[in-house]
């Protein structure tokens, strides 16, 4: 992807500002330096797009003139410009007012030999439970062994720092991560699940969205009814937050997933949707180290040990198109090293909650088994349950492991909890 995209009408590749606007819809660069005096869509017009479309805000823009008339610089500055250069323009001048509004571009491409690898040493990979609760927090004394912040995982392989979810969880991780970074750039993804609001609750108290050394690039895919844009905007509008959204310093870039397989930075990524209501994905993350499942809500389609009134009601079609769907879930989780899946309900609760979209323990457990995961973590617990309910949960599951005679380790996600994974020695598959 370039970085910077010029719209000016003495270069070829844009030379009208709505042809220019077109290539920015189309490549997203980092800085668009734009003329301000263009047929069809002068610099102010380009300016005013931009800042009007939340997919495209985090662009910084300067505009170039062969005017220097102050009413100008200031036009230019209240429709959205970032900086204003009077032509004819040095190199060196450009290349300093790109240095002062993004300084992370000299470190996005970092050289492949840096020190610590020179010296031979590598930063595990590692994940770190940030909010672990279903539908809505849960503070209190009754939850504070395993946490009541909504779904927040921070997963950190090599250069990139990737969150699974924006629920409560985020506001914490944002701390964190202003205290370790301070005034240093700060580059992160974000992949969202879904927009149900237990997962995007935490975007708007993210302190790292309020500083301009942010780069946040958020992934994930179309709503059942408004894009992505829409979603995480609106709940920032007026009456519901007193920040909009396009008011955050921060540089957010907002994408729509459209492939199944994606990359962050060198970290291979992958969706499979998930049975639940609305358009709903888990993600598999393949790290040097190991492999990252994180399926936060999710009703299996076969429900394995637990009978309902649902299956005798259904015909042969649909019981084979299950088991069809099922096997693609399976090999979507498939030998997996660490595996976040909803187990939201014991057994008993599951019978009340069926088509609900969660799943329960003795379900999340058989997935496991017959994928072949390593570890399991046990995520989204019921805002109803409290400590002593969730490591009953454990408790049980691990029984039913142990029933099967096999070697799948089970555990409670924890807020707080870090997993680091041991170096591996050969890298995984492309």
Partial sequence: MKTVLIIDDHVFEAGEGEAGLALVRQHRPQIVLCDLLMPRGNGFQVCRELRANPALRHIRIIVTTGRDYEADRQSACDAGADAYLTKPISAEAILKAIGKLLPRVASENPPAAAPA??????????VKFWGVRGSIPTPG????????????????????????DAGTGLRQLGRALMAEFKDRPLRLTLLLTHTHWDHIQGLPFFAPVYSPNCRLRILG?????????????????????????????????IEELKDLHFHVGAVRGAAWFANHPGICVGYRLFTADGDIVYIPDNEPIMRHRVETAIWPKQGRDAVTFAQDEEEKMIAFLHGTDVLILDSQYDREEYQHHVGWGHGCVDD??????????????????DPDHDDAKISSMVDYAQKLVAEQKAELAVAAAREGEVIEFAPRSSPPPA
Avoid: W
């Avoid at 690898?117 to 590692?126: M, Q």
């Avoid at 004394?141 to 699974?164: F, H, K, M």
């Avoid at 992505?228 to 396009?246: A, D, I, T």
């Avoid at 999340?364 to 617990?381: I, M, N, Y």
């Fill in 364 to 381: 999340a457990v058989a997935l496991a088994l017959r994928a072949e995961a390593k570890k399991l973590f046990l995520f989204h617990h």
């Fill in 117 to 126: 690898a020179a010296a031979g040493k590598t930063t595990p990979v590692r």
């Fill in 221 to 253: 895919y179309e709503g059942a009814r408004k894009s992505l844009v829409h979603v995480l905007s609106g709940q920032m509008e007026s009456p519901y937050f007193p920040v909009p959204f396009q008011e955050l310093p921060g540089n957010i870039e």
């Fill in 141 to 164: 004394p009754a939850t504070v062994q395993y946490g009541g912040n909504t779904s927040c995982v921070e997963v950190r392989a090599g250069d990139e720092i990737i969150i699974l």
